[in-house]
């Protein structure tokens, strides 16, 4: 076999079960080994798509999938959502096809410094010296990514390395019968969980603010259990990378975005006990304000660092506290009644608590609107919300394609403003093709709307000038997203009223495929 | 005035007078900046139409343009267009926000390393560490940027060297009544060229290849003389950065893309001597096909390094040949009959040689469609023709737009193939809002096709099995591109025939504004 047909091999034989794929010309030999059906290659029409795709597929399979680009710019382009992947903890195998070896010395046009590209975004890179080398490089690769929390692995593929022969099928290190990798799992230290136990006993008020594994599954269950036996709460960053919310579950209190709100939520809590993440930062520093967000005076407890196991930590800490028959906190059904009248940020939310179907996934990049109300579906059937981790705008609507195909079985509810939704878009694209069961609502208040904000806080002035303000609106011209779907194989439907709004969101998730609704507010 | 008005003060002192903006919240003050208007911001939905547009901008101008990008990810996404600006020798000043330098310690999601992502695509890299240093900074930037050949100069923007005081205005170093930097001309050794007149002299078989500044304008009109007078080949790189052609041009021969053609082109040419470019080497190294295309025993001789001036270089060698009076080679104009039936090539070209306009700006990237037949408009009215010197795919409709921004007065044709349009199709937008002479021609063949081609020359096997074949077609589900230039505020009209498209593009370069042509190609 070929060193490309031994990727694909250890790819799969290691359990990574998709390729998201932009692929050109130095990756023809690998486009011929995805014939090998035990991995789906996925066409993406831009890498930014690819890259996000693979965190979405992450997010909720909790195993990397890989991608395929082509050389430089290619990885170049997927770096945005690569950004956001790493913020997230997602795993993923990046495939970048190169040049033969022997033609990197021309310095041909599309050549470039591709580790230098690599090496800011990825925990491990490494560009396979040959073909018989690809297999235990790939394996390798995947080990990394596959690590807890996940990581982004970078392989480099020359056209050499895939062409040439990589030895017989099984006959590579590694191949044939592999095993699926799976995260190890590390304790916390001992002394820690028993310190925290200390303050939870203390009665001093307290927040224990959990992340990536710990805000879902049996971990959430446990943490709640804490919560209810010690009367800490239980907090989250405003940003989660899957956070399983809604009736019967243990609910999680966000932190708010806003500098002035985060503080105001913050105060008076004595003892932040962090579980895979660190003490809550401002997303941006602004001039008069600080970085970090808790009271002066209040301590930071590490309860779980990001590369130990949260599950294991609760059940030492519910040991600790004599509180393993606690009953955990959970989060009632709240009926919403269906809203009316104008779409604002509150009719929004209403509507999503009345139309979210059970099991949905919600991967939201609503920023502006959907940012300071999405508490208001916290009594909604029972969900998963997805949030953009590195900041990187562009990510929703790639997240949303990789998780509907990682969960064919669930609705996809992708919320997105219309300046973020057109960093990717050719997202749909892939929906389409895939007939994937994903709902792109496109809040379309044709504005940069949260820079309006962001230029007062920033202290650039009270109100934009003319030219600047010419910078945040995107309303000349008005972006049709109706046209754009239709253009993209999506079918569509624009609303105005949170009846209408609310009534699509309920008719697109019993579609069988991909639909777009265009909520149109008006300030 | 704060660092961000000493920027733009600067920017637009040294003679940048357009910024191509993506901006987010650290980037508020130099957007307030902007109200001066010495300088005019342009938005762009999409960071790799900034750059790109930046590209075409350069290459009309020959000045730098400006970028406006937001933080690690901002820069990412502008990153492949960058590589093929650099590529073609265009200056840029990319401005990329960042936090302010007191919250960088606290890792923030937007969080990244700036100057790693810059520096492998980027001539120069620096990091203001105070508003006061913006000014200084800034202007180095810019005349790294105006260098001979253009130069990629990343000046990063932390959120305090932004907002922080920079002194008075006209107080910060070599701000106020400030030149236009122009790049400087370097004379070639007398050596090298008295070299080359011995072996123009010698009348053995020479040609001579030319790139950068020399395909155009006087040194263009030279080097035909120095042709006409020795009797030497003239030809280009594949890719030429701008070259003037069309009638009343001195002709220059095309080396073509594919190897065997290529080295059947250069076959029996025992001289090659270079203007600003290096021996033609192919574009991807295939297993049986070499690197190198020239004639083994053909000797290479630099007439013009890549920073030095070829006009010089030029008038220098028609004196050594005692041909200073000698005329240029001229392409006489040749009337192409209007072409009827079936869109292919042959008649794609044909109509382009009857419709191109006087003077205008043809951006190529239609791959498959017009890459070898493009020779068929040689005596189509003058024109500029630009390609992609990177290889990057989805730099035509960025590049096109900030051509177009550059020469309001001219008509810029912008061939695109359908997957290529598809990376950046946000510039629509852009030349929409900015009301563009610009007409965008989409090649539909529904396919990535040139990969069809490249699957057999990898020797990847005969033809793509059934899942690569799934990877290279783009017809599942067809693009309406008709719609997606509505949804983004361009009108078009979809044409069939070689008669239809005739008059499409002659009708759409009476237009005022943008105008795109899907024509349909059927396999």
């Given at each position: 076999m070929n060193g490309a047909e031994s990727l694909v091999e250890t790819l799969a034989g290691h359990g990574v079960e998709i390729c998201f794929a932009n692929p050109g010309t130095s990756e023809m030999h690998f486009l011929a080994a995805l014939e090998n059906p035990r991995i789906k290659p996925v066409l993406c029409l831009f890498e930014g798509v690819a890259t996000g795709a693979a965190d979405g597929w992450y997010r909720m399979r909790d195993a990397p999938a890989s991608t395929l680009l082509h050389l430089g710019p290619g990885l170049a382009n997927g770096l945005a959502n690569i950004h956001n992947a790493r913020r997230a903890s997602s795993g993923m195998v990046n495939i970048v096809g190169d040049h033969a070896m022997a033609h990197l010395?021309?310095?041909?046009?599309?050549?470039?410094?591709i580790e230098g590209l690599a090496?800011?975004?990825?925990h491990w890179v490494r560009r396979s010296v040959s073909a018989s080398a690809v297999a235990p490089d790939a394996a390798e690769a995947i080990a990394k990514a596959a690590e807890h929390p996940g990581k982004i692995a970078t392989l480099i593929l020359p056209g050499d390395a895939s062409w040439g022969d990589a030895g017989p099928p099984g006959g590579a290190p590694r191949i044939g019968v592999l095993p699926r990798v799976e995260a190890g799992r590390r304790a916390p230290d001992a002394g820690r969980v028993e310190q925290v136990a200390r303050v939870l006993r203390s009665g001093e008020p307290a927040m224990i603010i959990v992340a990536n594994k710990a805000t879902r599954g049996r971990a959430l269950e446990l943490v709640g259990r804490i919560a209810a036996a010690s009367g800490a709460r239980l907090g989250s960053q405003f940003f989660t990378a899957r956070l399983e919310r809604g009736a019967g579950r243990t609910p999680v209190e966000r932190i708010p975005y806003a500098v002035p709100q985060a503080m105001a939520f913050l105060q008076g809590i004595r003892h932040l006990i962090t579980v895979e993440t660190g003490e809550p930062v401002a997303f941006f520093r602004y001039p008069d304000r600080p970085s970090l967000l808790k009271d002066q005076d209040a301590a930071v407890h590490t309860l779980v660092a990001p590369d130990e196991d949260s599950e294991m930590a609760f059940e030492m800490l519910l040991d600790a506290l004599g509180a393993s028959a606690a009953s955990a906190l959970v989060q009632p059904r709240i009926e919403t009644p269906m809203p009316s009248g104008a779409l604002n940020p509150i009719s929004i939310a209403h509507a999503l608590a009345v139309a979210i179907p059970e099991n949905a996934i919600v991967v939201d990049?609503?920023?502006?609107?959907?940012r300071e109300t999405m508490g208001h579906t916290m009594g909604a059937r029972p969900h998963d919300l997805i949030n953009n981790?590195?900041?990187?705008?562009?990510y929703a609507t790639p997240v949303a394609t990789g998780a509907a195909l990682a969960c064919p079985d669930r609705r996809t509810l992708c919320m997105v403003g219309d300046g973020s939704a057109?960093?990717?878009?050719?997202s749909l694209w892939t929906q389409a093709r895939e007939a994937l069961p994903v709902t792109t609502i496109i809040f379309a208040n044709n504005s940069y709307a949260i820079l309006k904000a962001e230029y007062a806080n920033m202290g650039a002035g009270a109100a934009p000038g003319p030219r600047a303000a010419s910078m945040i609106d995107i309303d000349n011209p008005t972006i049709d997203w109706l046209a754009m779907a239709r253009s993209l194989g999506v079918p569509g439907m624009r609303v105005e009223t949170a009846e209408d709004f609310t009534q699509a969101v309920i008719a697109s998730t019993r579609e069988e495929g991909p639909f777009l609704i265009e909520a149109k507010l008006y300030p």
């Amino acid at each position: 076999m070929n060193g490309a047909e031994s990727l694909v091999e250890t790819l799969a034989g290691h359990g990574v079960e998709i390729c998201f794929a932009n692929p050109g010309t130095s990756e023809m030999h690998f486009l011929a080994a995805l014939e090998n059906p035990r991995i789906k290659p996925v066409l993406c029409l831009f890498e930014g798509v690819a890259t996000g795709a693979a965190d979405g597929w992450y997010r909720m399979r909790d195993a990397p999938a890989s991608t395929l680009l082509h050389l430089g710019p290619g990885l170049a382009n997927g770096l945005a959502n690569i950004h956001n992947a790493r913020r997230a903890s997602s795993g993923m195998v990046n495939i970048v096809g190169d040049h033969a070896m022997a033609h990197l010395k021309y310095d041909a046009p599309l050549a470039s410094d591709i580790e230098g590209l690599a090496r800011p975004l990825s925990h491990w890179v490494r560009r396979s010296v040959s073909a018989s080398a690809v297999a235990p490089d790939a394996a390798e690769a995947i080990a990394k990514a596959a690590e807890h929390p996940g990581k982004i692995a970078t392989l480099i593929l020359p056209g050499d390395a895939s062409w040439g022969d990589a030895g017989p099928p099984g006959g590579a290190p590694r191949i044939g019968v592999l095993p699926r990798v799976e995260a190890g799992r590390r304790a916390p230290d001992a002394g820690r969980v028993e310190q925290v136990a200390r303050v939870l006993r203390s009665g001093e008020p307290a927040m224990i603010i959990v992340a990536n594994k710990a805000t879902r599954g049996r971990a959430l269950e446990l943490v709640g259990r804490i919560a209810a036996a010690s009367g800490a709460r239980l907090g989250s960053q405003f940003f989660t990378a899957r956070l399983e919310r809604g009736a019967g579950r243990t609910p999680v209190e966000r932190i708010p975005y806003a500098v002035p709100q985060a503080m105001a939520f913050l105060q008076g809590i004595r003892h932040l006990i962090t579980v895979e993440t660190g003490e809550p930062v401002a997303f941006f520093r602004y001039p008069d304000r600080p970085s970090l967000l808790k009271d002066q005076d209040a301590a930071v407890h590490t309860l779980v660092a990001p590369d130990e196991d949260s599950e294991m930590a609760f059940e030492m800490l519910l040991d600790a506290l004599g509180a393993s028959a606690a009953s955990a906190l959970v989060q009632p059904r709240i009926e919403t009644p269906m809203p009316s009248g104008a779409l604002n940020p509150i009719s929004i939310a209403h509507a999503l608590a009345v139309a979210i179907p059970e099991n949905a996934i919600v991967v939201d990049e609503s920023l502006t609107t959907g940012r300071e109300t999405m508490g208001h579906t916290m009594g909604a059937r029972p969900h998963d919300l997805i949030n953009n981790m590195g900041g990187s705008i562009g990510y929703a609507t790639p997240v949303a394609t990789g998780a509907a195909l990682a969960c064919p079985d669930r609705r996809t509810l992708c919320m997105v403003g219309d300046g973020s939704a057109m960093y990717t878009i050719q997202s749909l694209w892939t929906q389409a093709r895939e007939a994937l069961p994903v709902t792109t609502i496109i809040f379309a208040n044709n504005s940069y709307a949260i820079l309006k904000a962001e230029y007062a806080n920033m202290g650039a002035g009270a109100a934009p000038g003319p030219r600047a303000a010419s910078m945040i609106d995107i309303d000349n011209p008005t972006i049709d997203w109706l046209a754009m779907a239709r253009s993209l194989g999506v079918p569509g439907m624009r609303v105005e009223t949170a009846e209408d709004f609310t009534q699509a969101v309920i008719a697109s998730t019993r579609e069988e495929g991909p639909f777009l609704i265009e909520a149109k507010l008006y300030p």
